[in-house]
């Protein structure tokens, strides 16, 4: 008996819309994120994360009625993140059926949100994501440092430490995303996921830069991930999530296949 | 079908997400009456009861005995299928590490351990706590709320306290550095560690099977 890593397909979400597109060919409604979510729970994706882009205050009650919509259709964990500020915004979003919430910029303002967080819902649901860049230079010893609004903002904190206080903290999982590969399709940023995953208890899921399956399984294998989460391939229908685990598994990797 | 006018109380004692459990139900028995519920008469009158729970077990307890679940929960096993889903298969326990030390409903005997830091297999490999993630289920023995669910089947836990419970009254283990208590099984009450109504479709087959499960 043996845990199986977890596949995670990302959708960021507007206004309750899919966007960036996802090209399945044969569903519905491409831009409804249940219908998408629906799908990707039929393919045997381990857990979903919907990540809501929206801006406006208005747009969230939106959010909150698609995951009481998906958390009555679809029977997988499931994340939300993007804009949690509140204790009352986690508690309305679990309220609703989510599983965990993620907290990404409100963590870095207020580090005491998330001990305040996990006292009040436990470690279990909270999720902290780190966006993460290198600033070190070439021959260096790798660092790199915590950025918000998608990698705009610079922090000034070490990624790596600040993983640490955030395990301390209460965080249940923290979602590592590399600034530098997100969107190259090139792979993980290897040498810093496992810097985290080393440092720290809890478990930590891959994310930025999969342009195929090998990649999946390096970010287990090499970064010691124990979930990778992917966008596009598997939005473009370029890879199915079976695709992906029997892949896994044939590297050796524990699967729910 | 069993689930005609079958009534379904999921115990809300105002600790944490009780929508997912309710809407498995409701998915698996569509003419099942649902109810999320701290009433104690409604629980009383239900069919089926689900004692659930999320979140720290201090916490949990203290809701449990303010609003006098504890006696609600005892009376409820005499009568009718009960299934506790994670802390709420805990709080069963007599004693949770959890907290500095809580002490519980002593319904089963045995305790709620820590994973400890520094877990590990005997091989060296680091575990993470949270235990988060689809874990393999071993039955240890025959019972109704197994029918339909392959031996070894994963489903999804998320704790990073175990049940170390009595042989005798364990339905299934699990393994995650040690070998723990993953199902309890005793008369009228199933409990399980991990979350039937996050495990797609083994979870949902649970769920289904404690529809039909009309008790000892």
Redesign the interface.
């Given at each position: 008996?043996?845990?199986?890593?977890?596949i995670i397909p990302c959708l960021d979400v507007e206004n309750g819309r899919v966007v960036k597109g996802v090209k399945f060919l044969d569903i519905r409604d491409a831009g409804d994120p249940v219908e998408v979510a629906r799908r990707y729970?039929a393919a045997g994706a381990?857990e979903i994360t919907f990540l809501d882009i929206t801006a406006s205050h208005e747009g969230r009650d939106t959010m909150v009625h698609t995951v009481?919509r998906m958390?009555?259709?679809v029977?997988?964990?499931l994340t939300v993140g993007g804009g949690v500020r509140t204790l009352e915004d986690i508690r309305t979003l679990?309220?609703?059926?989510?599983?965990k919430v993620s907290i990404n910029s409100t963590a870095v303002y207020d580090p005491d949100f998330v001990r305040a967080a996990a006292?009040r819902?436990?470690?279990?649901?909270i999720v902290v994501a780190i966006d993460a860049k290198q600033v070190s230079g070439d021959g260096e010893t790798p660092r790199w440092e915590v950025f918000t609004h998608g990698g705009r903002k610079v922090t000034g904190l070490d990624a790596v430490a600040w993983a640490v206080r955030m395990a301390d903290y209460g965080a249940?999982?923290i979602l590592l995303t590399s600034m530098d590969q997100d969107g190259t399709k090139s792979g993980f940023d290897l040498t810093l996921t496992r810097a985290i995953t080393d440092s720290i208890?809890?478990?930590?899921i891959a994310s930025g830069g999969v342009g195929n399956l090998q990649h999946l399984a390096d970010g287990v294998l090499k970064g010691g991930a124990?979930?990778v989460l992917a966008a596009s391939i598997f939005h473009f229908g370029e890879y199915s999530i079976r695709e992906a685990k029997e892949y896994m598994a044939s590297q050796g990797i524990e699967m729910?296949l | 079908m069993t689930d005609f006018r079958i009534r379904i109380a999921v115990i809300d004692y105002g600790m944490?997400?009780l929508?997912?459990v309710a809407?498995?139900l409701?998915?698996v028995a569509p003419r099942a009456e649902v109810v999320i519920t701290s009433n104690p008469e409604e629980i009383a009158e239900a069919d089926r009861v689900v004692f659930p729970g999320?979140?720290?077990m201090r916490d949990c307890m203290a809701e449990i005995r303010r609003g006098g679940f504890d006696v609600v929960v005892q009376k409820a096993i005499t009568q009718k299928p009960v299934l506790a889903i994670c802390v709420g298969m805990q709080a069963l326990m007599s004693h949770s590490e959890e907290n500095d030390g809580v002490e519980c409903l002593d319904v089963f005997p045995g305790s709620v351990r820590h994973f400890g830091?520094?877990?590990s297999e005997p091989d060296g490999t680091?575990?993470?706590?949270?235990?988060?993630?689809?874990?393999?289920v071993?039955q240890t023995i025959d019972h109704p709320m197994w029918r339909g669910i392959d031996q070894?089947e994963?489903f999804?836990?998320?704790?990073?306290y175990y049940v170390d419970a009595d042989s005798s009254v364990t339905a299934a283990?699990?393994?995650?550095g040690v070998t723990f208590s993953a199902a309890l099984a005793a008369g009228n009450l199933f409990a399980v560690q991990f979350?039937p109504?996050?495990?797609?479709t083994a979870?949902?087959q649970l769920l289904k099977n404690f529809v039909n499960w009309r008790g000892e």
């Open positions: 008996m043996t845990l199986a890593k977890r729970d381990d009481e958390a009555s259709e029977f997988i964990p679990l309220n609703a059926g989510a599983d006292d819902f436990g470690s279990q649901c249940g999982e208890d809890i478990p930590v124990d979930a729910r | 944490g997400n929508h997912s809407k498995g409701e998915h999320v979140g720290a830091k520094s877990l680091r575990l993470k706590v949270p235990h988060m993630g689809w874990n393999q071993h070894d994963r999804y836990f998320v704790h990073s283990n699990c393994h995650y979350h109504e996050k495990s797609h979870g949902l």
